[in-house]
């Protein structure tokens, strides 16, 4: 959906930051006629329809750059780059450029979680009150995004699964409406950030300082729905981040780094980019009128400065080449590089179904999925999407890792999303025909 103007309601921030519904090719890629499919086909002529997509983007001016990036096992991945950092610049997009990664952050803390629940400080159907009291007598609003003072008692309690799984009732500023969103941002309750500019339309609420407090705060707003009741997209990963400093004994960012982004060897993956990598940054655009208009410019980047607390949500900048390394230590069930950074068992119960047996999906953004520990699930493929354009997923079926950055908002200004795992569907059927 284009907007037209900044200040219409498809350039809000739910439009804007709601992008992780937006995946994935799990569906497509479970049903492609792939068999036993050799691994030795790398090279780009065999990814005609990616290089295809990625070239006409690009040379459309749709957006300043595309990476396509898509390995096989543990074998070394293919970049597929075109483009510039910046429209009109002369720097180009590679494998080590930076992107906002907006909520691709999820399938990383939902990981950072599965690693505790493997070594007994967390349990995956732990109630989180046991760790966080705040959360012990929660309360649900009657009717959803109604009122917020007609509320009834919590009927069962939040849980780590329903946590990853958004189905613990919580509620997102980018997605309610009405009282429960206005009291959320009066709150500072807003786990995201996209730029320093004034632009139209993102309003210019602040976000509370510390992830304790955002924690604290959060427990004291009604639910939008019944704990294990529904999938409804939330702030749960967020709050995830702050159940994982308590479980941990450590700060959040400082988890994520020490225990999955330097054993997998993700050295540009960070939630504020270091003054020494500014260079590397792209420029986040807004679509207006179908034409791109810098809303985050690299070297006045939000993302320069520290972010009120870690979003454990939407949060990181990360780059193509980082991005493959943490599918493809998913891929490898917890290795990469012959180091393991979690457990096979870790791995296989965070990309499985987690969804709450008394939860539905019906009516939602994944209707007919399941949902694992911050992405969707679709037959043997995990992953999820980013609100600037950026999606990524691996699939256990055909033994495939691939993502794709680029950065636009709102992401269903263009059909990005779809469009990239149609392109991979195709090229891998074209493969298989050729090795039939």
């Known amino acids: 959906m284009a907007y037209r103007e900044f200040d219409t309601p498809s350039m809000s921030r739910r439009a804007l930051l709601r992008g992780g519904a937006w995946l994935t090719a799990g569906a497509a890629l479970a049903g492609a006629p792939m068999g036993r499919m050799a691994f030795a086909r790398e090279a780009a002529a065999d990814w005609k329809n990616v290089s295809a997509m990625v070239q006409k983007y690009v040379t459309e001016r749709k957006v300043a750059n595309m990476v396509a990036t898509l390995g096989?096992?543990?074998?070394?991945?293919l970049y597929i780059a075109r483009g510039?950092?910046?429209?009109?610049?002369?720097?180009?997009?590679?494998a080590d450029s930076l992107y906002r990664i907006y909520s691709m952050t999820k399938p990383i803390t939902g990981m950072a979680a599965m690693i505790l629940i493997d070594e007994g400080r967390l349990g995956l159907d732990q109630p989180i009150a046991e760790l966080l009291p705040a959360y012990s007598n929660m309360m649900v609003q009657k009717t959803y995004d109604g009122s917020i003072t007609d509320v009834v008692p919590a009927e069962r309690p939040i849980t780590v699964r329903q946590l990853l799984t958004h189905t613990a009732g919580l509620g997102y500023n980018i997605v309610q409406k009405g009282p429960i969103a206005a009291a959320y941002t009066e709150q500072g309750l807003i786990p995201g950030q996209v730029s320093r500019l004034p632009l139209p339309g993102l309003g210019r609420?602040?976000?509370?300082?510390?992830?304790?407090?955002f924690a604290d705060r959060l427990a004291k707003m009604p639910l939008v729905l019944q704990p294990g009741s529904k999938w409804s997209y939330s702030v749960g990963l967020d709050l995830m981040g702050r159940v994982i400093e308590v479980?941990?004994?450590?700060k959040f960012d400082e988890f994520l780094r020490t225990r999955i982004f330097e054993p997998t060897g993700m050295t540009s993956t960070w939630f504020t980019v270091p003054e020494s990598e500014i260079g590397r940054l792209t420029t986040n655009y807004g679509i207006m009128n179908g034409s791109p208009l810098p809303m985050d410019p690299a070297r006045a980047s939000i993302f320069l400065d520290k972010p009120p607390f870690p979003f454990g949500g939407a949060g990181l900048v990360s780059s193509p080449r980082d991005y493959d390394r943490f599918l493809e230590m998913l891929l490898g069930y917890g290795v990469i590089d012959g180091r393991r950074?979690?457990?096979e068992k870790a791995v296989k119960l965070g990309t499985s179904d987690l969804l709450p047996e008394t939860a539905t999906t019906k009516g939602t953004w994944i209707e007919g999925q399941g949902f694992g520990a911050g992405g969707r699930v679709s037959d043997g493929a995990y992953?999820?999407?980013?609100?600037?354009?950026?999606?990524?997923?691996?699939?256990?079926?055909?033994g495939l890792r691939a993502n794709l950055m680029t950065q636009y908002m709102p992401s269903e200004?263009?059909?990005v999303h779809d469009a990239f795992p149609k392109a991979v569907l195709e090229d891998l059927a074209v493969m298989q025909g050729a090795k039939s």
Do not use: I, N, Q
């Open 84 to 94: 510039t950092l910046a429209l009109g610049g002369t720097v180009k997009a590679d």
């Open 72 to 77: 096989w096992g543990e074998k070394e991945p």
């Open 205 to 213: 609420a602040t976000a509370v300082k510390g992830l304790d407090v």
């Open 247 to 250: 479980a941990s004994g450590m």
């Open 383 to 398: 992953g999820w999407g980013g609100a600037a354009g950026t999606v990524a997923l691996v699939s256990y079926k055909v």
């Open 413 to 415: 200004a263009y059909p």
């Open 341 to 343: 950074v979690m457990s």
